[in-house]
């Protein structure tokens, strides 16, 4: 009863409004009668849902801030579809065009859809990889697949698993079928990088061992409007690469030098190189120093060696 008379007095009061702003748009030679056609294009019971929504926004919301549905998708984070994993990714990395984080929607944006998958070919070719020589798969659990080129068909598969995907070929073993996957790894053919005189690659040195290091650790504080009291907390931001200390010779004093892409060739000493990590960042090549600040970090790496 009480949802009846509701509906009755929110469709009397939504009318009212449609009919009088019409009324005052036409006295006042508007040429928009969008509040009029509301009416004629959907039903009551539709209306006054909308309206007793708009009321519920307007008990945060001042009338001359009111806003229309644009406003709330950027001010309350867009829509929500729980079933479509927009802030799920995979890291692809290694030797590829440009080493980044991918959003699994976009590499199966259909993927409620019965039968949906991508061959691992066809991914890589999206992504520019044509010719490779291995390609890893990682899971969020731990697993690591490893697969030659020349034993992936085209049909093996990336497939919808929970929040993520997976991957399946009926050509392969079935404890390859590794589900969960965080991170793609390509292997390429090529060896651009020369680390210690030795012909290398990010991808292959990705496979051999990566670690993580925390930098630009900063100390926030917040007064609270609630009850006054001042919290702190620490804020920092994480890489994962590949240690210099686990690549080149650090137990002698000597200086390391690095190339850039352009040639420039900068050094380091092997104190601070102990705490040094090659890292792509957003597909740049970069070998973070955390005893340095960002500015002194050095992009697009292509030798590092002993001086």
């Known amino acids: 009863m009480f949802q009846s008379s509701r509906f009755r007095y929110f469709s ?13 748009g036409y006295l006042l030679g508007t040429q928009d009668h969008n509040p009029l056609m509301v009416v004629r294009h959907y039903p009551l019971e539709f209306l006054s849902l909308e309206a007793s929504t708009m009321v519920e926004c307007g008990e945060c919301h001042e009338s001359q801030d009111f806003h229309t549905c644009q406003t709330c998708h950027d001010d309350h984070g867009a ?55 291995q390609v890893g798969l990682f899971s969020d659990d731990g697993g690591v697949v490893l697969i030659e080129k020349s034993e992936l068909s085209e049909q093996a598969y990336l497939m919808p698993y929970k929040d993520g995907i997976r991957f399946a070929s009926e050509d392969l073993h079935v404890s390859t079928w590794i589900k969960g996957i965080r991170k793609i790894l390509v292997i390429g053919v090529e060896t651009p990088l020369m680390i210690a005189g030795q012909p290398t690659s990010l991808g292959r040195l990705m496979l051999a061992r990566t670690v993580k290091v925390s930098v630009e650790a900063a100390n926030v504080m917040l007064v609270s409007e609630t009850d006054g009291k001042m919290r ?19 137990h002698s004093a000597q200086p390391l030098h690095v190339v850039d892409v352009e040639g420039v060739k900068h050094q380091i000493s092997a104190e601070e190189a102990k705490t040094g990590l090659l890292v792509p960042i957003r597909g740049v090549l970069t070998l973070v120093l955390p005893e340095r600040g960002r500015s002194f970090w050095i992009e697009n790496v292509v030798e590092i060696g002993s001086s």
Not at 93 to 116: A, M
Request: proline share 6%; no cysteine.
């Open 12 to 24: 009397v009061v939504l009318i009212g409004v449609l009919l009088i702003g019409g009324g005052l």
């Open 79 to 133: 829509i929500e579809l729980n079933e479509v994993p927009f802030y799920n990714w995979v890291l692809f990395s290694g030797d590829v065009p440009k080493p980044d984080f991918v959003e699994i929607n976009q590499i199966l944006p259909y993927r409620e859809q019965p039968n949906t998958m991508i061959s691992v070919l066809d991914f890589l070719r999206s992504q520019g990889v044509d010719d490779f020589e």
């Open 232 to 250: 702190k907390a620490v804020t920092a931001q994480q890489f994962e690469g590949v240690a210099l200390a686990d690549i080149v010779n650090l």
